[in-house]
């Protein structure tokens, strides 16, 4: 049992937040204070956890007195304002989001990936993008074997990583359009039931959306190769809450399809389904819930010269590996000094 001393997740009442603690109950690790913190609209809620009843309180200056680590899963804004704050408290910020994943001092971690990075952190350590953890944590292992030379990578994202609010928009669109209801997009930019539409993040100058110079910008943070060739196309589709990805990886050398199958087989955090006879391959609403992420459709790239291309589908739960699950190992990480791997 891992003991941890007081915990606070801030955005405790959101899709991640709520994550967050069901982990906790589920991954055995003993809290000895659980502080449940969101705006002031849901202060006064009481939420079950491990069968306490815990009443969420609203984040303010003094929230972090006396606490020893915090989870935040309640948007840039929130980060920016209140992590630097906690910090000051002494207590150790793990970030889901964006505010400081590419700060010098703040490292970037997949604890299946670059554990060591956390050595040394100032207080504040950033859970990277989803789309990026689900793209590594298949990417890496073969890149352990034989070094990747450009990644191109499609998106296909779940409603869950605009968070709650989206996710209930997916499904109560999706029946007003079957009612012949008239349907507004709230929450997201566009109607998300029946129709799939490009990331609805702000693009930049270079034409890529920001959830794209994510996965290239945190990947190659994450890899410790700054000049890794990466392009990406994100689209959001509409699935609840699992993001599935297209990616066709170079590699140095030749690599066929049945030695990354190998690799892969045995890679932590990761799970082959790539059953070609009975065209079973990873699916949404395989991974969602799941730890794992799941990889199929391993495949050379006969377009590429060599053998040196390769073509993978993989799925992941964005809630839980893009988010919870990650900050939750991260955490682990901190406290037993090393990654708690599924896998003894
Ligand atoms: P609240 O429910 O009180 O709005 P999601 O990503 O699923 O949309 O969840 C966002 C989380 O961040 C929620 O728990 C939400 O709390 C919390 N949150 C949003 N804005 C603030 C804020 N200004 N201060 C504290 N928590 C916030």
Not at 2 to 18: D, M, N, P, R, S
Not at 207 to 219: A, D, L, S, V
Request: aromatic share 6%.
């Amino acid at each position: 049992m891992v003991k941890i001393g007081y915990l606070a997740v801030v955005g405790a009442t959101g899709a991640v937040g709520k994550e967050v603690y069901a982990l906790l109950e589920q991954r055995s690790l003993s809290v000895e204070k659980l502080i449940l913190l969101a705006s002031a609209r849901s202060a006064g809620q009481t939420i079950k956890v491990n069968d306490h009843d815990l009443i969420v309180e609203e984040l303010t200056d003094e929230s972090f007195q006396g606490v020893d680590y915090a989870i935040f899963s309640a948007g840039g804004g929130v980060s920016k304002k209140f992590a630097p704050i906690a910090k000051a408290a002494g207590c150790v910020v793990i970030d889901n989001s964006s505010a400081f994943r590419m700060a010098d001092d703040v490292p970037l971690v997949v604890p299946e990936i670059n554990p060591g990075d956390l050595d040394g952190h100032q207080g504040i350590i950033a859970n990277p993008n989803c789309s990026t953890i689900i793209m590594n944590m298949v990417v890496w292992p073969l890149h352990q074997q034989n070094p990747v030379k450009r990644i191109a990578v499609s998106t296909y994202q779940a409603a869950s990583g605009a968070g709650e609010a989206a996710m209930r928009e997916l499904t109560t669109q999706t029946a007003d359009v079957l009612a012949g209801w008239p349907v507004e997009p709230k929450v997201l930019s566009h109607l998300i039931a029946f129709n799939l539409f490009s990331h609805d993040t702000p693009i930049g100058e270079d034409g890529y959306n920001q959830e794209e110079r994510k996965m290239i910008e945190e990947t190659r943070k994450i890899f410790h190769v700054p000049d890794l060739p990466i392009t990406a196309t994100c689209v959001r589709v509409p699935i609840p809450r699992a993001h599935s990805e297209s990616i066709n990886l170079t590699f140095a050398n030749p690599m066929s399809a049945k030695e990354a199958r190998e690799i892969l087989s045995t890679a932590p955090g990761v799970r082959v389904i790539d059953d070609v006879v009975a065209n079973h391959f990873p699916m949404p609403i395989e991974a969602s819930g799941q730890d794992d992420c799941l990889v199929g459709r391993i495949r050379q790239d006969v377009s590429q010269p060599g053998g040196c291309g390769l073509e993978l589908f993989v799925c992941g739960d964005q809630i839980r590996k893009g988010a919870a699950l990650n900050a939750v190992q991260i955490l682990e990480c901190l406290i037993t000094g090393g990654y708690i791997s599924k896998y003894p």
